[in-house]
Each structure stands twice: as structure tokens, then as C-alpha cells.
């Protein structure tokens, strides 16, 4: 008998790392492709955050085009109203990815998401996106969480 399965869902439940894949939308990649989006810890969707906690996020996508910088913007969108949500790092070539960005390439971002304490426990919607050199979206991913 194969006790694996078993044993992944033991350290999940223990706390190990265990990233789940979010189901996410794509609000308009131009500039590439998404394939994965991953935060981490987020047991069941939509991703409960925690107040005082910190997750990390990982999207790993396919590059359509070459570029020398990568930054990314977030906003959270609450009663239909983007807001500016500040990250640490804004810049995506000191968040796993390799710079320059080569055409075909495929990127893994990974990055923390610190969700302050002072932030309200409501539904919103994160509008996540990373801009190439001319400002076109590498990816554009929105993916509901719950702040708790
Ligand atoms: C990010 O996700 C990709 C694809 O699932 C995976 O190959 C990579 O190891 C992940 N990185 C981290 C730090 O989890």
C-alpha cells in the first residue's frame, strides 16, 4: 500500500508547508501567460488571511515578451473600488524572478503578502499585476480572500 497520500495530508495538517493552487481570473495578461497561483498557507478557498499574519504568494507564468524590469501593482477591490494595497517588494526582479525577462521564458514570482492587523475583516477581492517595461501586464490575476 502506498502511504504517501496519507503522509502529505499529516504534514498539511500539522502545519507543513502546503500550498494550495487559487482559482483565480485572468483580468488581461498581454504580456504573458499565467499558469499557477499559489498562496501559502491557504487551506480552503476563497484563502482565509489572517490579520497579523503574513502568506506567500507564488505565480508562475510564461513570459510572451523580453524585459528589463518587472514591477507589481495591487489593489484591493472592495464595493467594486480598487485600492492601492502596498506589498514590500514592488519589484518583481528581486521577487524570483530572473532579469532580464527572456521571450518564452517561464517566471516563478514569489513574494510575501503581510496582512496588517489594522486591515477590516471583509471580503475583497486582490487585483494582482506585474508590468513589463512598457507597462503592459506580464499577468493580471484577481483572486478572492477573506481577511479574518
Ligand atoms: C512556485 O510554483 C511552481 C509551480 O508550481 C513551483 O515549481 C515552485 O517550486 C514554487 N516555488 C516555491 C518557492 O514554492
Not at 10 to 29: H, N, Q
Request: with cysteine; glycine share 6%; charged share 15%.
Amino acid at each position: 500500500m502506498d502511504s504517501r497520500p496519507a503522509v502529505v495530508v499529516l504534514l498539511c495538517l500539522m502545519g507543513f508547508t502546503c500550498a494550495e493552487l487559487v482559482k483565480f481570473i485572468d483580468c488581461g495578461s498581454t504580456s504573458g501567460k499565467v499558469a499557477t497561483v499559489d498562496i501559502n498557507p491557504c487551506a480552503s478557498q476563497p484563502c482565509q488571511l489572517h490579520r497579523g499574519d503574513s502568506y506567500s504568494v507564488n505565480v508562475t507564468f510564461n513570459s510572451g515578451v523580453e524585459s528589463q524590469t518587472s514591477t507589481a501593482v495591487v489593489h484591493g477591490i472592495v464595493a467594486g473600488v480598487p485600492i492601492p494595497f502596498a506589498i514590500p517588494i514592488v519589484d518583481g526582479c528581486k521577487s524570483g524572478i530572473q532579469c532580464p525577462i527572456q521571450k518564452q521564458q517561464t517566471c516563478h514570482y514569489q513574494t510575501a503578502l503581510p496582512v496588517k492587523a489594522e486591515y477590516p475583516a471583509i471580503k475583497v477581492v486582490v487585483e494582482w499585476e506585474l508590468r513589463d517595461d512598457n507597462k503592459q501586464d506580464l499577468f493580471c490575476i484577481k483572486f478572492p480572500v477573506q481577511i479574518v
